[in-house]
């Protein structure tokens, strides 16, 4: 996304924050091919038989975003990364569902290797990924919101850092962390 694309996308938050419907329906064909790459980026790291298309986790994800009033969104990286978390969380939702129902067969692998590689893991795997996030959010906050940003929606470490108004430096310190504790936590041997 280009600077000036940015620019015109936080102009368009901010109107929104402020109440202005109509900033809404010009910020969404703004937004939507990059909101597109996000939901592929979460839908390849889901098990096969998924029943989640791109567009449904989009919309899914732009209910929720369209229900936060007074959300202050701060620029575009801001949006992003909490649409990113958004889709996390709909997703995560529907592996519960999945295990709540006591299907089984539904797999798929989640690894934290730099090249976000999956291969099969249930979905009782991805809720203890996601019980640990929580855990690590608990311990830091700042730590749970990069893996969030980064494994989760591909979001680069420059953009991470301005999201969060720390330098790429620290993003790198942060996410090397986290990684070996989040593998530590679930008991995962470093690849």
């Given at each position: 996304?280009h600077?000036?694309?940015?620019?015109?996308i936080?102009a368009?938050?901010s109107?929104w924050?402020e109440?202005d419907?109509?900033?809404?329906e010009q910020?969404?064909?703004l937004?939507?091919d990059?909101?597109?790459?996000?939901?592929r980026?979460?839908?390849?790291?889901?098990?096969?038989g998924?029943?989640?298309q791109t567009t449904?986790?989009?919309?899914e994800?732009?209910?929720k975003l369209?229900?936060?009033?007074?959300?202050g969104?701060?620029?575009?990286?801001?949006?992003f990364?909490?649409?990113s978390?958004?889709?996390?969380?709909?997703l995560?939702d529907y592996?519960r569902?999945k295990?709540?129902?006591?299907?089984g067969?539904?797999q798929?692998r989640?690894?934290?290797n730099?090249?976000?590689a999956?291969?099969?893991?249930q979905?009782?795997?991805?809720l203890?990924?996601?019980?640990?996030?929580?855990?690590l959010?608990?311990?830091?906050e700042?730590?749970?919101r990069?893996?969030?940003?980064?494994?989760?929606?591909g979001?680069t470490?420059?953009?991470?850092?301005?999201?969060?108004?720390v330098?790429p430096e620290?993003?790198k310190?942060?996410?090397?962390f986290a990684r070996?504790w989040l593998?530590r936590?679930l008991?995962?041997?470093k690849?």
């Amino acid at each position: 996304m280009h600077q000036g694309s940015s620019q015109q996308i936080t102009a368009l938050l901010s109107e929104w924050g402020e109440g202005d419907t109509t900033a809404l329906e010009q910020l969404m064909p703004l937004v939507y091919d990059e909101l597109r790459k996000m939901a592929r980026h979460h839908l390849r790291r889901q098990p096969a038989g998924h029943t989640f298309q791109t567009t449904d986790l989009i919309h899914e994800a732009y209910l929720k975003l369209a229900n936060r009033e007074g959300a202050g969104w701060q620029n575009s990286a801001h949006f992003f990364a909490v649409a990113s978390t958004a889709m996390r969380h709909i997703l995560v939702d529907y592996a519960r569902s999945k295990q709540s129902q006591k299907r089984g067969g539904w797999q798929e692998r989640v690894t934290l290797n730099d090249d976000f590689a999956a291969a099969g893991e249930q979905a009782k795997e991805i809720l203890a990924l996601d019980d640990a996030l929580q855990q690590l959010a608990k311990l830091d906050e700042r730590k749970s919101r990069i893996v969030e940003m980064k494994y989760f929606a591909g979001i680069t470490n420059d953009q991470i850092a301005e999201v969060l108004q720390v330098s790429p430096e620290t993003v790198k310190r942060d996410w090397r962390f986290a990684r070996t504790w989040l593998l530590r936590e679930l008991g995962v041997q470093k690849p």
